[in-house]
């Protein structure tokens, strides 16, 4: 996808992204013109991907697998609030 992302999981974390739990998908980094660069940014927090809940990686994974189609709903948490974007996929589940 273009992302090197990880499991949000330390208090440092969670104050750095102004998240209020310790939940999520912290986006470390993001290749500069990769499909990612599109709709996420470092210090995104990805929340939520084809509807499903992303509490960790394995979360990330089965949601991935999960999309019907080409074009799926991702929440992510930016500036200290929630940002949905739809973004098309190209294949690439």
């Known amino acids: 996808m273009g992302a090197k992302v990880k499991n949000l999981k ?3 974390e969670q104050s750095a992204t102004g998240m209020d739990d310790i939940r999520g998908i912290l986006v470390v980094e993001v290749t500069a013109g990769s499909d990612a660069s599109k709709f996420l940014q ?6 939520s991907y084809n509807y499903r809940k992303t509490n960790n990686l394995n979360d ?3 949601a ?3 999309v019907i189609g080409d074009k799926t709903e991702v929440v992510i948490f930016r500036n200290q ?3 949905k974007k739809w973004i098309e996929l190209k294949g690439e589940k």
């Open 10 to 12: 330390t208090l440092g």
């Open 42 to 47: 470092a210090n995104d927090v990805i929340l």
């Open 60 to 62: 990330l994974s089965e």
């Open 64 to 66: 991935q697998k999960s």
């Open 81 to 83: 609030k929630e940002v």
